[in-house]
């Protein structure tokens, strides 16, 4: 971890003033956090725990943003990205390296079907804007040119770039308006909250996917380019956490090949073991057309994503004047490529799919007794290591507390005197997302954690428990 001396030599006020004076953070204020003592300062890590600059020791237990599938600390990735650079830390143009060919052959070893040929990038935003414009080159390509809308589901998110900013109907993108040209939102498959309605999971998946068929043919099948979605929806508003009926995904992939259009299956979260599969799509057994991956492919060790695409797709761009026009400058890089095999060998050494299945069903079995304790609970839902708790003021009517009662910014202040990462969103979700080796005794440190705090808030409602 971090030893005395260190800790020593460490100035964590004048640290602290110096991100506050020159780092925009993610949605932080630099005033507030300057009022509330923020922000913390990270100096090391090992599995879950990480330890700050006064030497104080939390549990991160959404994994980043929810990225460290292995955990920290793995002095093996930072060997292998080292031995790496020592040998070749880039690349002449119009050539490539040896890594970084294992790491695009691994890929398609790892993944189901078709799925053969990789666009390396550097995050999961560029993922998805790469794998949405060769979605629409692929239909220009085949005299197609009138596809140009994309469909993504309401509360899903997929980056936050000039295009992927505006996939998913979630908020925050006021400032940037005119909207990009081509949005249609369809509704989610959200068991808890189905906004198509419908009385068990199956009707409720199937009035979702009706509800994609009946845009797609407002719309006209001949203007739709593709659609886009998480398997099981990431960390986003009401709907985080969503998982769709048994027949939800099968059924959008034959209402995407009836009319012609581009699945795009969004596993930069769900990817690499978070579900207690290597891909969350292999719990629904399909397909997709484009497949996109990065947080748990390199653990956040290095900045690094992928598109993997189709056979079938990807031979639309064969010939030398048929080349897709886009260049990357860090994409394909070596350093993260060998990073990167090196974290997959870990996944697959080390057991942790595996782990995030057992572990995971472990986890969520004890929320349930939380939930059983704490009337203020009114989901658990999730699978694998990708799991939330909702909160409601009335289990019957599924009634969320009002803005006003600040539940978010209360319920962050008891987890931070837990010593718990934990960042609680909207008006009570609390998504839960620890690294892929986790154990046992450590979600029961957490659970205990979650308890007191529910406990604390609902003596604060004047809930009886």
């Not at 971090?2 to 953070?25: F, G, I, K, N, P």
């Not at 004047?321 to 890089?333: M, S």
Request: hydrophobic share 40%; net charge negative.
């Amino acid at each position: 971890m971090v030893d005395v001396q260190t800790r020593e030599t460490l100035d964590t006020e004048a640290l602290r003033r110096s991100s506050l004076e020159h780092q925009w953070m993610h949605f932080r204020d630099w005033l507030r956090m300057a009022e509330e003592g923020d922000p913390t300062i990270i100096v090391s890590g090992k599995g879950l725990e990480v330890v700050d600059s006064n030497g104080d020791t939390w549990m991160d237990v959404n994994g980043g943003y929810l990225c460290v599938n292995v955990g920290y600390g793995r002095t093996d990735i930072a060997d292998a990205a080292m031995e790496q650079m020592r040998k070749l830390a880039y690349f002449p143009q119009a050539t490539t390296t040896e890594v970084t060919a294992r790491f695009c052959q691994k890929l398609a070893e790892i993944t189901p079907g078709d799925l053969d040929r990789v666009w390396p990038v550097t995050g999961g935003s560029e993922a998805n804007e790469t794998a949405v414009k060769i979605a629409k080159a692929y239909h220009h390509r085949r005299g197609d040119g009138g596809r140009y809308k994309i469909i993504s589901r309401k509360g899903s998110y997929h980056g936050g770039l000039g295009l992927t900013m505006w996939l998913g109907g979630h908020g925050g993108r006021h400032d940037f308006e005119p909207a990009y040209p081509g949005m249609i939102y369809a509704p989610q498959a959200n068991a808890y909250r189905p906004e198509m309605g419908g009385t068990t999971i199956d009707e409720i998946a199937e009035n979702a996917v009706k509800a994609v068929e009946d845009l797609i043919i407002l719309h006209g099948p001949e203007t739709i380019a593709a659609f886009i979605g998480e398997p099981i929806v990431g960390d986003t508003a009401s709907d985080a956490v969503t998982v769709p009926g048994p027949t939800y995904w099968p059924r959008m992939r034959e209402v995407c090949d009836k009319y012609g259009i581009v699945l795009i299956i969004d596993e930069v979260i769900n990817g690499f073991g978070r579900t207690g599969k290597m891909f969350a799509s292999e719990h629904w057994d399909f397909v997709p057309d484009i497949m996109t991956m990065g947080k748990g492919l390199i653990s956040s060790y290095l900045p690094l994503a992928a598109t993997i695409v189709s056979t079938r797709i990807a031979d639309a761009f064969a010939g030398e004047k048929n080349v897709f026009p886009q260049a990357l400058t860090y994409g394909g890089h070596p350093v993260a490529a060998a990073a990167a095999l090196k974290n997959i060998a870990i996944i697959e050494d080390e057991g942790l799919v595996e782990n995030s299945r057992k572990t995971g069903a472990y986890m969520k079995e004890q929320l349930e007794g939380v939930k059983a304790d704490h009337p203020i609970v009114g989901d658990v839902r999730g699978i694998g290591l990708l799991l939330a708790i909702e909160l409601v003021k009335n289990r019957e009517t599924k009634e969320l507390y009002p803005d006003e009662m600040k539940l978010e910014e209360s319920l962050a202040e008891k987890f931070h005197e837990q010593h718990l990462i934990i960042r609680p969103r909207g008006h009570g979700l609390i998504s839960l997302s620890p690294p892929l080796c986790v154990t046992r005794e450590e979600v029961d440190r957490i659970v205990a954690g979650i308890d007191i705090v529910l406990g604390q808030t609902e003596k604060e409602l004047g809930v009886t428990g």
